[in-house]
T-cell receptor
Framework: AQTVTQSQPEMSVQEAETVTLSCTYD???????LFWYKQPPSRQMILVIR??????QNATENRFSVNFQKAAKSFSLKISDSQLGDAAMYFC????????FGTGTSLTVIP | KAGVTQTPRYLIKTRGQQVTLSCSPI?????VSWYQQTPGQGLQFLFE???????NKGNFPGRFSGRQFSNSRSEMNVSTLELGDSALYLC????????????FGPGTRLTVL
């Protein structure tokens, strides 16, 4: 079975600084997608960014970008110019035949 | 389009009881997935329904069951509740083709006393 590992249960970042959240996964599939989801306190989970495994180019969405290393099965999320509204739980997810989620990283943004 | 809705939002039950949670997907979405979220465990996949058929199933006991109706609305049932079933239950919908992102509802917070 596929597994998704987020080794950083908690992270913190100063406002306006950059932070990188780590994610590794294990799979034998060659075709899959990867996602980062954000879950603010008491709010709905929303998609931050997605990466198709067949694409070598790293996905970017405004201040959010990923570093996708397919051979290493690594998929980290970089948040630039961190804002107070970025404080949330971040989940890395793998999608092959079904979705698998990591245990999440709680991000605190310090004013 | 309206988002994914879940009812009820909060529920308190006692051990041994059963509970039914409801999820209405985004209009046009044919796939509905259910997850159990607990602190430290992240999201655990329960099952996925597509066109009224269970397409995938996670590793949960048979006390957890679900179904999907012809309008894609889905229900999840937990029988003989245990204290450990206390969790946030999330429903997510997607168009149904592979690799689509999932759109999540606000969740149902179930507390078992």
């Amino acid at each position: 079975a596929q597994t998704v590992t987020q080794s950083q249960p908690e992270m913190s970042v100063q406002e306006a600084e950059t932070v990188t959240l780590s994610c590794t996964y294990d799979t034998s599939e060659s075709d899959y997608y990867l996602f980062w989801y954000k879950q603010p306190p008491s709010r709905q989970m929303i998609l931050v960014i997605r990466q198709e495994a067949y694409k070598q180019q790293n996905a970017t969405e405004n201040r959010f970008s990923v570093n996708f290393q397919k051979a290493a099965k690594s998929f980290s999320l970089k948040i630039s110019d961190s804002q107070l509204g970025d404080a949330a739980m971040y989940f890395c997810a793998y999608c092959g035949n079904q979705f698998y989620f990591g245990t999440g990283t709680s991000l605190t943004v310090i004013p | 389009k309206a988002g994914v809705t879940q009812t009820p939002r909060y529920l308190i039950k006692t051990r041994g009881q059963q509970v039914t949670l409801s999820c209405s997907p985004i209009s046009g979405h044919r796939s509905v997935s259910w997850y159990q979220q607990t602190p430290g465990q992240g999201l655990q996949f329960l099952f996925e329904y597509f066109s009224e058929t269970q397409r995938n199933k996670g590793n949960f006991p048979g006390r957890f069951s679900g179904r999907q109706f012809s309008n894609s609305r889905s229900e999840m049932n937990v029988s003989t509740l245990e204290l450990g079933d206390s969790a946030l239950y999330l429903c997510a919908s997607s168009p149904g083709t592979r690799y689509n992102e999932q759109f999540f509802g606000p969740g149902t917070r179930l507390t078992v006393l």
